[in-house]
């Protein structure tokens, strides 16, 4: 067994490690609510019945048929199921396509802080580590925005446990995950 004296520090992921995005009881994560919601929003705003009226189990299909399981992937996914655009190919640049990222992006932060939840037992398991010596080498590495970390840290009072430096988040990734490193 393994003795907290031995443990030189800690790297902690965000989503579904310390903050559970399936709030109690629902197979429907926090994410998806707030890229749905967008949807809906985005599809009344131009007179699309396909968004306005996608569902919650449409969003799940477009997130697992999607090419990548990234945000911008899985819109565009709603995009053709709703009829509005008929390439699989994204177009980066596509109104509907940004305009849904922007507003689930700014969703997503009241989403968070109405449902965001720990996953049990993390708020102890991190303060725990934190009593027995680890409090200044504890990180998190994550492709979660630092919005939405700093959100949860505040939330759970975990804030003071995890220093500046030592926060890696999406907006210092050039390329998120999945990501293949070679070396010769």
């Not at 849904?100 to 109405?114: F, N, P, V, Y």
């Not at 446990?161 to 988040?169: A, H, T, V, Y």
């Amino acid at each position: 067994m393994l003795h907290y004296s031995e443990l030189k520090g800690a790297i902690f992921d965000v989503d579904d490690t310390l903050l559970s995005n399936y709030p109690e009881g629902s197979h429907f994560g926090l994410h998806e609510r707030s890229r749905l919601a967008a949807a809906h929003e985005v599809g009344g705003r131009h007179g699309s019945l396909g968004l306005q009226n996608f569902t919650e189990q449409q969003s799940t299909e477009a997130f697992l048929n999607a090419k990548a399981h990234t945000l911008q992937a899985a819109v565009w996914q709603m995009l053709i199921m709703a009829g509005e655009v008929m390439t699989d190919t994204i177009e980066p640049h596509h109104p509907l396509l940004n305009e849904i990222m922007q507003l689930k992006d700014e969703l997503h932060e009241a989403t968070l802080r109405t449902l965001g939840r720990e996953v049990p037992g993390a708020t102890h398991f991190v303060q725990t580590l934190a009593a027995h010596g680890l409090k200044k080498k504890l990180a998190i590495a994550s492709t979660a925005y630092r919005r939405d970390i700093d959100i949860f840290l505040e939330m759970t009072g975990l804030h003071q446990l995890f220093l500046e430096k030592r926060i890696i988040s999406r907006e210092r990734f050039t390329h998120p995950k999945p990501c293949l490193l070679y070396t010769s």
